[in-house]
């Protein structure tokens, strides 16, 4: 299917409410995933673009009539009225996001497009509900006055594979505790920021509360380091999240960071496969988004007694699905979102070879694409728990079948991992199901099932980070306490 596609431009950024001009004439060009053309460019921020943003936000953080000190109720009209524009802009966000990095458009249209506004609704609910300031009988005090206030300016960095999702999980909870955002979207997906940022415009939200820099990794560092910052929340992998964790660890700035993880399936013995009712589920908690999720389940465990049958289950399942332009509402695998991206997936399949696993399905490019980043969906078997395959985050479309013998020794593989973010339990035995999850050392888990949900706290354990995001929980990360002792 071959798809249009118009080059998309910008000549400002969008800083202090307003559209500015930048301060160099260097450019951002985004390449398409789908045929590897150029789809867009945008001005490419620099040090002193992010000094303005910082500035800006700063100043709406410190206006005592202003965002900050609003109450929640006033801020909740503002976050619901962007909630409205952006479901009216939700076709751009879909098409952008899809031409940039490859997301099938049925992915982009269930999250992309929906999840950021349904955030948005979310904490403004919460935003009118909470009370700023709770009154306490003390031990040794008559009364205590504990208040919340918002942490300050926030700065949100967001990676490629879910742009305005993982935006929208920062900037939701952050401006409805009142603080202030500098976005610095991922180089390979500001398109579909520059959406964004006109719904901010269009909502008329407060000149500074919301700034957006597009820029690459260097300005993304100094915009961490920046003594104007108060928060850094980061979404990303788990080298550059450690580097993130350094630097605010020595400025004592707290920081949430969601970074990578290697989730394990575990398929009990007593599962019910039927792919025609199970199969959605599993793709989604396996291969969602081209494999291109930090959460997936990519390490399916299998009990020895039923290893044939379900490496069998899963090939077929993944021979069956449809690859193509990411753009077709019938593709369920488009291609990687660079290229950089696809030489890493097929390193690692030919690092599962070499080791001495078996490709069951795919492993190689698929045919009939002269153009775009496609990789085959690949199963491996015959997989030993300590193969790198096993161990490292691919970033793909790209499943290992590992056997185990009991329960206990699935839960000792899916612990021995440096990993912890989500995973699966599938079982026709809900308690079972229960007990087998409460074991693995993670930060999420799902039953059959996975799909972050919005009122619950979402984040790891081990390597793939610190904090939580979603739930009340991610509210209360970006707010900070002080304690009134009353005589």
């Known amino acids: ?37 150029v789809c867009g460019s945008v001005p490419e921020a620099h040090e002193e673009d992010v000094d303005a943003a910082v500035t800006a936000a700063r100043e709406a953080v410190r206006d005592r009539a202003g965002w900050a000190h609003w109450p929640g109720a006033k801020r909740a009209t503002y976050l619901e009225r962007l909630a409205d524009i952006l479901d009216g802009r939700s076709e751009d966000l879909i098409s952008r996001v899809s031409i940039q990095n490859g997301m099938p458009v049925s992915v982009a249209r269930q999250l992309e497009a929906s999840y950021p506004v349904v955030l948005l609704r979310y904490y403004a609910d919460l935003a009118r509900e909470e009370a700023p300031m ?50 610095k979207p991922s180089p390979e997906t500001v398109l579909d920021a520059y959406v964004f940022a006109e719904a901010v415009a269009q909502a008329g939200i407060p000149p500074g509360v919301i700034n957006v820099v597009p820029a690459h990794r260097e300005v993304g560092s100094y915009l961490v380091g920046h003594p104007g910052v108060d928060k850094v929340a980061f979404t990303g992998s788990t080298p550059a999240g450690r580097t993130i964790g350094e630097v605010c660890g020595r400025l004592l700035r707290p920081a949430t960071l969601e970074l990578g993880g290697k989730s394990a399936a575990i398929v009990l013995d007593d599962a019910e496969l039927d792919m025609e009712t199970l199969g959605p589920q599993l793709f989604s908690a396996t291969l969602l988004n081209n494999g291109q999720t930090c959460f997936l389940g990519t390490r399916i465990l299998a009990p020895q007694s039923r290893y044939i049958e379900i490496v069998d289950l899963l090939s077929d399942l993944v021979a069956s699905l449809t690859i193509g332009n990411s753009l077709d509402e019938t593709t369920q695998i488009g291609p990687m979102a660079t290229a950089q991206q696809r030489h890493r997936v097929e390193s690692y399949i030919a690092k599962g070879r070499s080791d001495g696993a078996r490709v069951t399905v795919g492993g190689g490019r698929p045919s009939g694409f002269d153009k775009g980043w496609f990789v085959e969906p690949t199963v491996f078997a015959d997989v030993d728990s300590h193969h790198t395959i096993a161990q490292e985050e691919i970033f793909g479309p790209v499943l290992s079948v590992i056997a185990y013998t009991d329960d206990n020794d699935a839960i000792r593989i899916a612990n021995d991992c440096d990993y912890g973010l989500g995973g699966t339990v599938w079982t026709t035995d809900q308690d079972r199901g229960l007990a087998v999850a409460q074991q693995i050392q993670t930060g999420t888990i799902g039953i059959n099932t996975y799909i972050p949900d919005p009122v619950a706290p979402f984040g790891g354990v081990k390597a793939s980070g610190l904090g939580r995001e979603l739930g009340p929980e991610a509210l209360a990360s970006y707010q900070q306490l002080q304690s009134i002792y009353l005589g």
């Open 1 to 37: 299917m071959k798809v249009a596609v118009v080059v998309i431009e910008y000549d400002s950024m969008f800083i202090g409410g307003q559209w500015r001009a930048p301060t160099s004439d260097r450019r951002i060009t985004v390449i398409g995933a789908n045929d590897e053309l």
């Open 134 to 183: 709770e009154l306490r009988r003390g031990l040794f005090c008559p009364e205590i006055l504990v208040r919340r206030e918002p942490v300050g300016v926030v700065a949100a960095i967001v990676p490629w594979n879910f742009p305005q999702t993982l935006a929208a999980f920062k900037y939701a909870p952050a401006l409805a505790a009142g603080c202030t955002v500098v976005i």
